[in-house]
């Protein structure tokens, strides 16, 4: 049975060998498949500087395999989309906020992909959004994330136009995050009960977030 792991700094010690195979992965799928060559790295691990002692990973183990993944940042930081991105949000300003992340690098192994992997993996973002009080999540996608999506039982939004990265039209979204929501992904998952597994002590974002004044 596949489970999702909640992997923050504070735990990431017993998951030394588990994230080391996370980001050999990430290189792996981002580079190796999808053709992204800026992060390319000659040591095979997918690292930037989001990977940082506030970011939260969610990683999909099957049998002490990683075969799955996410990373979810707080907006109240400089991240990815307020960095990198911010042309993609178009007449209005780029969501930040206590209650909403941002998510990047989500990944299913090849071989995982006809299964449920992907939709237990959805389930387990949604569970752990609404046990931090998360509102919202943004993401940079391909436009193909929106159907597939929107097939999860998710509400999304557009936050602004598609416009072409790496030869793929991409789209600024945000992910409305709800019990309707949850509930629905989990049928899609075969899910009973929750997948979702955190360490004892695991601090949530509030903890972790230093305040930034308005």
Not at 54 to 73: E, F, K, M, P, S
Not at 111 to 117: D, F, K, N
Not at 122 to 137: P, S
Request: with cysteine.
């Amino acid at each position: 049975m596949t489970s999702i792991h909640v992997i923050t700094d504070e735990n990431k010690d017993a998951y030394e060998a588990i994230l080391d195979e996370y980001f050999r992965l990430r290189h792996e799928i981002f580079v190796g498949e999808r053709g992204w060559r800026d992060l390319e790295r000659p040591d095979g691990r997918d690292v930037d500087a989001y990977d940082n002692d506030q970011a939260t990973y969610l990683v999909a183990l099957d049998n002490g395999r990683v075969i799955g993944g996410l990373r979810l940042y707080p907006t109240l930081l400089p991240h990815m989309i307020s960095e990198s991105f911010a042309h993609l949000v178009k007449g209005r300003d780029v969501l930040s906020g206590s209650a909403i992340l941002e998510c990047t690098r989500y990944f299913i192994v090849r071989e995982r992909r006809m299964g449920r992997t992907d939709c237990r993996l959805l389930a387990a973002f949604q569970q752990f959004c609404l046990e931090e009080g998360i509102t919202e999540v943004t993401a940079v996608v391909e436009m193909w994330w929106l159907p597939r999506w929107q097939q999860a039982g998710f509400e999304v939004r557009p936050l602004g136009l598609p416009t072409m990265i790496e030869d793929q039209p991409c789209i600024a979204a945000a992910i409305q995050i709800s019990e309707n929501s949850l509930r629905h992904v989990s049928r899609l998952a075969g899910l009973r009960g929750s997948c979702l597994v955190r360490a004892t002590g695991t601090s949530t974002f509030t903890d972790r977030v230093p305040h930034v004044a308005a």
